[in-house]
Structure formats: structure tokens, C-alpha cells
């Protein structure tokens, strides 16, 4: 299917009178429709500047964009109305609104002066709200709705408003860990659903990796990676996205993490897979590398051996829990540094 | 009214009763701003007068038809008008705190006031004049400097984001007004200033029955134009970037809202002088009474709120007293700050500020 969005070699910026400042530059994009694409970068690397040009809202510095194959400048504002339709994490007045009002909202591209809704209209609406799963709260007042609620409302709006694209700026930004994973799940499948193509940008890397067809990664040094997650993950873009040597992608388990530094090393043995995960976790964080299945280590690395999380253990002493295997792990580590020293 | 968004059955119930209790208060406040004055006339002959009989007391007959109705009228128009006017100027600025006088416009009105009473003040005569012209230029200089605040404060909320700071340019642009009128005032003469400070006390009884029409026709003119942007006030309700993207024409809407609260408030002061708290209270009675911030309900319970209001003030200051009418300024605050304040004090239970 023919991509919603197209740009060619476009780059994005502000003009100030006379002198510009480019913040991105050779962007070439395709955004396919029936996929949910996050946008992942830096704060302040360029994504609300994307986003903004992409939707016509902020002109570009070179180069144009094509939505549906035409210039997005040449668009009415009125008929862009009915081919792509935005959530911000703004604040509003609209507290006072219910959610079915606020929904209605949606239908002004397609109604006329006054506004006035016809049956079809209304239909739309009670679908978008179902859609979203807040039809239960249809008749609440906006204020009385949690944050969660309420993005899925500004979603429901967009929905309401029936284009072929929906752009979110940080959707997830102000919500909590549930909430955040629902709203990404209730995109996702609106994606595939709708076969609308919807663009969001996020910090929330796990959420986005699990969730995302597509990736576009602003790397550090403003470059743009895109396609489909894996083939973008794969490709060593996510490391990319920091210039810190601090913070590295993990590619296990998909997520950043923090080096810390090295103490020691330790044999662990565990066949249980979650424990070993988990003991891995703890020796990681306390600085401590695992060294697989040695058998011949001479008796001088410390040696862990774990059946159970109450049954560990560390050099012939048992641990009942975690916290106890890092304790001894400490003295051992203390000590073998001793005596390395003398 | 047109029905621009679905509202729930108990929404129009609430409606309906809101405005038939608002009809209620309005017809009750005629009548006794018609029965309460100065000068104590029955009720019978009131009436009498009013359905067109001869009174045989002729002073009677003249300060009913040529003082009470036409001060009834003017206070119900002055009411609807600044109310809607704040109404306005509160979506606009995305600010529930924003009214014409706080944003400045009506110093701004009174700034081109003060320049046409006192910079001209000898060819004026008590309050307004007496030419069709010196109205005209009075209505012209409050008009005048309503824009000249309005475009200011549009600029400025360009550069300035946070509403809060919006709200606090235009009490600095309010002071910048209020220096150049006393300035104007100490430069002029003293029959000058005297009509100034009277015309700055407030009241709706300046008005003749002659004037009214120069008054009303504006007003009404911008109060029809305020009911035809419900659509694009109730987007503008999301804030600027998501009514631009519902296809609202965000330029041409703020600017057409503008010179609607620029004339509201213009003639209002021209011909009242600049009345504080009606446009800032107002809306939030409304918004209280219907439990809604959707314009289109909005726009008439603020415009009936407006006139009970108002009247309400001037059946305050109409009360007999020894020295006669009292200044309609005195009494707005009185009404307006509890209101505020409990507005202010329960921000967090009141549904519209979430």
C-alpha cells in the first residue's frame, strides 16, 4: 500500500527574520498506513519539530512533505482537518465538557456552521468512544476522568474526526506505568485495526519496542533511522540515540541500562530460567560479572549456586534470599581484594 | 440557540431550568428596579404608566418612561454585554480569571475617554455632551483604546505562554492606562475632571431614552456575532493547537472575538464608565448554574446572567438613600469578590477547571 507520508531530503528547523537554525536534515520518510510508528529520541533532539513539520503545522527548511502524495502546504487548513487529526498532552478548558461533547468535537471538520450533529455523526462518536473503552463515561464531565481516561478521550477525538492519520505528541507522557501500557496496546490495535497510520513520539523505549511496527530513531548526532522495529534495533540505531558511554542499549532485553563498575566475578549456576535472570540482575547492578558455566575456574572465582530464591548458594555458605547471596557475596569480594593487595 | 454538540437529557433539563429561573430573576429585578427609587410611586400607577395611561402626576409619568426604563434597559444590555464579553475574553486566553477590566480593555475604553472628555473637555458638556458628535467621539475614543489594549495583549500572548503571566501583563498594561488618565486629569480642567470622575464611578443611569439606540445597536450587533462563533469557541475550549487541527481558522477567529469584546466593552464604558467584576463573575455563574462549558448553552445563560446581574447592582444602588444614586462600582465588587474567592478556594472541586 502507498505510504500516507512521504518526504524527500527534507529538513526541519526555525527561521528567525533573516537566519534559520536547522535541526534536522536529509530526512527521508515513509509513513505506511495500518502501522503505529513511534519516533524515540533525546528531549530536545527534534522530535516535536518532526512531528510539527510532518503535520504542516511548522514550515520546513528544504525539501517538502507529501501527504497522500500531495504537498502538505497546498492542503487547506480545512480539508487537512480530514486527513490527519493530532493529540498534545496541552492542558484544556474542557473539564467542563463531557466526554461525549468533547468526542463531538471531532466531527467539526465534517459538520457545517453552527456545528450541528446528524445521526451519523452521533454514530461516530459512540463508536470512537467504544473503541477507546471509555463508553461507560460517556455522560461524565472530562474533569471527573483520569489521566489515563482522558488521553484515551483525546484519542477518541481523533478517531471522531476520521482521518487516515493520527499523529500523538507523547501520548504516554504523564501517565502512569498502567495506563501508559493500555494507551500503547489501544493504539497498536487501532493501527491494524483501522488501517489508519498513526505517528507518535515517546521516551518509553520498552513500551515502544514491544508495541511499535516501525521505529524512527533520532540518533544523537540528529540522524534518522527508520523502518521496522527489529530491523532497527538490529541495525545498532538504539545505541545510537545517546552519546553517552555510560548508557548502553541492552539488546536482551531491550531496554538502556547503566555500567556499572566492575568488583569481581562470579560462576553462577541456576537451570531455573526467571531466577537466573534475576540473580543476573543483582549481580549486574552490584558490579559483579557472571562468568557461564566454567568448570574449570581452579577454585578461585567465587562460585553461586541456586535452586530456589530461598535456596542459594555462594560458596558453600547458604543464602534464604537476595539480599543475603549479595551480603556474602560482599565479604568474599572484600576479602578476595585484600588479599589480591598483599 | 443551535445545538452544536449532543447533550445529554440531563444537561437540557438543567438548561431549561437554569434559563426559565434566570428569566424568573430577570422579569423580578425589572420590576423592582421599575417600583425602588428615589421618589416613591405606586405600584398601580407604575403599571398604569407602563401599559400607556396618562398619569395626572406628570413627574410620575417622566421618571418612569424617561429614567427608570430606559436605566433598566441600558443596565440589562450593559450586563449581557460585559459578561459575554468575558466569557469571550476567558476562552480566548484560555484563562478563567481573564475579563475586561483585568486584561486592561476597560482602561484602555476609559484611556480614550479621558482623551476625548478631557483633551476636549470644554466643547463636552456634564457627562457626555450634548451633540449626536460628542457622543460619537466618546464612543469612538473608548472603542479606540479597547483596540489598542486588545492588540497589545494579542501580542503579547504570542510571545507569552503561561496565562498566569498573560493575566499580570494586563494589569502592568491596566496601570500604564490608569498613569496616562491621571496625567490627563491633573493637566486638565476642573469641570473636566469632575465628569470624569463621575463617569469612572460606574452607572446605568446616563443613559436617555434618546442615546439608548446608539448604545443597543452595537451591543446587539455584537452579541448576535458573539452566538455565531459557538463552533469555533467550543474547539478553542482544547486550547489553540487542537482547534487549528479541528480546521478552526485560529487567526481569524481570535481577531473576529477580539473586536466582538473590543465593541462589548467599548460601549459599555462610553456610556457607563468602566465596570468592574460583571464580565469576570458573570461566566462562572453560568458555568456553575448549567454545570457546562460548552458554549452554546453558554452564550444565553451568560447573557440573562449578565442582565440580573447587573440589574441586581442597580436596584443596589438605586435603594433610597440621602444623597441619591450610588456608584455602580461600589456595589460590583461586593457581589463579584466573594464569588472569586470561593471560586478560587474550591478550583479543585469545580469541574470545569480540570
Known amino acids: ?342 | 440557540m443551535t445545538q452544536s454538540i449532543t447533550t445529554s437529557h440531563s444537561g437540557k433539563r438543567r438548561f431549561a431550568v437554569a434559563m426559565w429561573l434566570l428569566v424568573a430573576a430577570l422579569l423580578l429585578l425589572a420590576a423592582g428596579n421599575l417600583l425602588i427609587g428615589a421618589v416613591d410611586i405606586p405600584a398601580a400607577e407604575v403599571l398604569g404608566i407602563l401599559a400607556g395611561h396618562e398619569s395626572e402626576n406628570y413627574a410620575w409619568q417622566i421618571i418612569v418612561t424617561q429614567t427608570r426604563l430606559p436605566m433598566i434597559v441600558t443596565a440589562a444590555l450593559a450586563g449581557a454585554a460585559l459578561a459575554v464579553s468575558g466569557l469571550l475574553l476567558q476562552t480566548v486566553f484560555n484563562n478563567p480569571l481573564a475579563d475586561p477590566s483585568i486584561l486592561g480593555v476597560s482602561t484602555g475604553s476609559g484611556l480614550g475617554v479621558a482623551i476625548v472628555m478631557l483633551a476636549f473637555g470644554g466643547s463636552i458638556g456634564t457627562v457626555f455632551g450634548t451633540t449626536f458628535g460628542g457622543y460619537v467621539s466618546i464612543l469612538l475614543g473608548a472603542m479606540l483604546g479597547a483596540a489598542v489594549v486588545l492588540i497589545a495583549l494579542l501580542m503579547f500572548s504570542m510571545v507569552v505562554k503561561g496565562a498566569t503571566m498573560l493575566l499580570i501583563i494586563g494589569i502592568m498594561v491596566s496601570y500604564l492606562a490608569s498613569s496616562a488618565i491621571s496625567f490627563l486629569n491633573f493637566f486638565s480642567t476642573e469641570s473636566g475632571v469632575h465628569s470624569y470622575v463621575i463617569w469612572g464611578l460606574g452607572n446605568f443611569s446616563g443613559v436617555t431614552a434618546r442615546q439608548l439606540p446608539l448604545m443597543a445597536v452595537p451591543l446587539l450587533a455584537a452579541l448576535a456575532w458573539a452566538a455565531l462563533m459557538v463552533k469555533p469557541l467550543n474547539a478553542m475550549l482544547l486550547g489553540s493547537r487542537y482547534a487549528e487541527n479541528l480546521g478552526v481558522n485560529l487567526r481569524r477567529v481570535r481577531n473576529e472575538l477580539l473586536i466582538i469584546t473590543g465593541v462589548l466593552t467599548a460601549v459599555v464604558t462610553a456610556f457607563c464608565g468602566p465596570i468592574g467584576f460583571i464580565g469576570l463573575v458573570v461566566p462562572h455563574i453560568a458555568r456553575l448554574l448549567l454545570r457546562t462549558s460548552n458554549h452554546n448553552r453558554l452564550i444565553p445563560a451568560t447573557v440573562l446572567a449578565g442582565m440580573v446581574v447587573a440589574l441586581l447592582c442597580n436596584l443596589i444602588s438605586v435603594l433610597p438613600t440621602s444623597v441619591g444614586v450610588m456608584p455602580i462600582n461600589a456595589i460590583t465588587p461586593v457581589i463579584g469578590v466573594p464569588i472569586i474567592i470561593y471560586i478560587i478556594l474550591n478550583r479543585k472541586r469545580i469541574f470545569y477547571f480540570n
Open chain 1, 1 to 342: 500500500m502507498k505510504p500516507i507520508i512521504t518526504t524527500h531530503n527534507l529538513a526541519t528547523g526555525y527561521r528567525h527574520g533573516g537566519s534559520t537554525t536547522m535541526v534536522m536534515s536529509r530526512i527521508d520518510i515513509a509513513l505506511q498506513r495500518g502501522r503505529l510508528t513511534a519516533l524515540l529520541g533525546q528531549n530536545g533532539i527534534g522530535k516535536s519539530t518532526l512531528l510539527r513539520t510532518i503535520a504542516g503545522s511548522q514550515a520546513p527548511i528544504e525539501g517538502e512533505v507529501l501527504l497522500d502524495g500531495r504537498p502538505i502546504a497546498e492542503i487547506s487548513r480545512h480539508e487537512l482537518s480530514k486527513l490527519l487529526s493530532l493529540v498534545f498532552t496541552d492542558r484544556t478548558m474542557a473539564g467542563g465538557l463531557t466526554v461525549r461533547e468533547l468526542v463531538s468535537l471531532g466531527r467539526q471538520p465534517h459538520t457545517g456552521f453552527f456545528g450541528r450533529l446528524d445521526r451519523h455523526d452521533r454514530q461516530v462518536v459512540q463508536q470512537a468512544v467504544e473503541s477507546v473503552g471509555v463508553a461507560h463515561k460517556i455522560d461524565s464531565f472530562v474533569a471527573e476522568l483520569s489521566d489515563g481516561e482522558r488521553q484515551k478521550v483525546m484519542i477518541a477525538k481523533a478517531l471522531a474526526q476520521e482521518t487516515p492519520l493520527i499523529i500523538l505528541d507523547e501520548p504516554t507522557a504523564f501517565l502512569d506505568v498502567a495506563s501508559r501500557i493500555d494507551t500503547m496496546q489501544l493504539l497498536c490495535r487501532l493501527a491494524h485495526s483501522t488501517g489508519k497510520a498513526i505517528l507518535l513520539s515517546t521516551h518509553d523505549v520498552s513500551q515502544a519496542l514491544l508495541l511499535a511496527d516501525e521505529l524512527w530513531v533520532v540518533a544523537d548526532d540528529h540522524s534518522l533511522h527508520c523502518g521496522t522495529t527489529e530491523d532497527v534495533v538490529l541495525s545498532g540505531a538504539m545505541q545510537a540515540m545517546f552519546s553517552s558511554e555510560k548508557v548502553r542499549f541492552n539488546m536482551l532485553k531491550g531496554d538502556y541500562e547503566v555500567d556499572v563498575p566492575l568488583r569481581g566475578k562470579a560462576v553462577l549456576r541456576c537451570t531455573d530460567a526467571e531466577l537466573g535472570y534475576w540473580l543476573s540482575n543483582a549481580l549486574r547492578r552490584n558490579g559483579v560479572a557472571i562468568v557461564h558455566n566454567s568448570g574449570s575456574t581452579g577454585g578461585v572465582l567465587p562460585e553461586i549456586e541456586a535452586k530456589s530464591p530461598v535456596d542459594i548458594t555462594v560458596c558453600g555458605t547458604k543464602a534464604s534470599s537476595v539480599a543475603q547471596m549479595i551480603t556474602l557475596l560482599d565479604e568474599i569480594l572484600r576479602d578476595s581484594l585484600h588479599s589480591s593487595l598483599t
